[in-house]
């Protein structure tokens, strides 16, 4: 049923580009209309907007295979976080330090603690991560070159509330929790073991 369909379509092509009047030939009409427009300007024109858009689109691409590199570049030097070890001689002393402060019995020390916590997680970050406050590195950062970037911000905040409001009460839990959040980080980073 199919082949005869096409048998017959081509039977009716046939007839149709082999209609004859006299001496016009439906065949060397559409022949001739054929060469006529590929011979025209129009063509001509489109050949050329083609071409110019051709190396427009060659020199879009090599522009973001170069930016492409650019960002592999920055993602790679990123990478290294985890690779590179801070020394843990000096960094696991001044940590121990910090702890012998969490285990006091007195509020004033708990915030030393966290604010010194803070301050050596700063320290290391800053040769990762660019940005001028320790809250801008940390939005500089991908939850997958850190994965606990995000209990690093919580610790942050109980830093924040400590140096902005004087008056803050920080409980002794809400000090030990902000430090074993920036332990967890710094060990994750391979500053202190």
Known sequence: MIEEFFN?????????????????????MVINLQSAF????????LKIISVLITIVL???TVFLIIKRKEFDTKLASQEVLVAEAVGAGPLQEQWNDILRHIDSIREGEWKFAVIEADTIVDNVLRNYFPGDTMGERLMNIDKTKLLSIDDLWEAHKIRNHLAHDSNYFLRHAEALRAIRLFESTLKELGAIE
């Open 58 to 60: 060659g020199a879009a």
């Open 38 to 45: 590929l011979d025209s300007s129009f063509v001509f024109v």
């Open 8 to 28: 017959q379509l081509l039977i009716a092509f046939h007839q149709w580009t082999s209609f004859q009047v006299g001496s016009f030939n439906m065949a060397d």
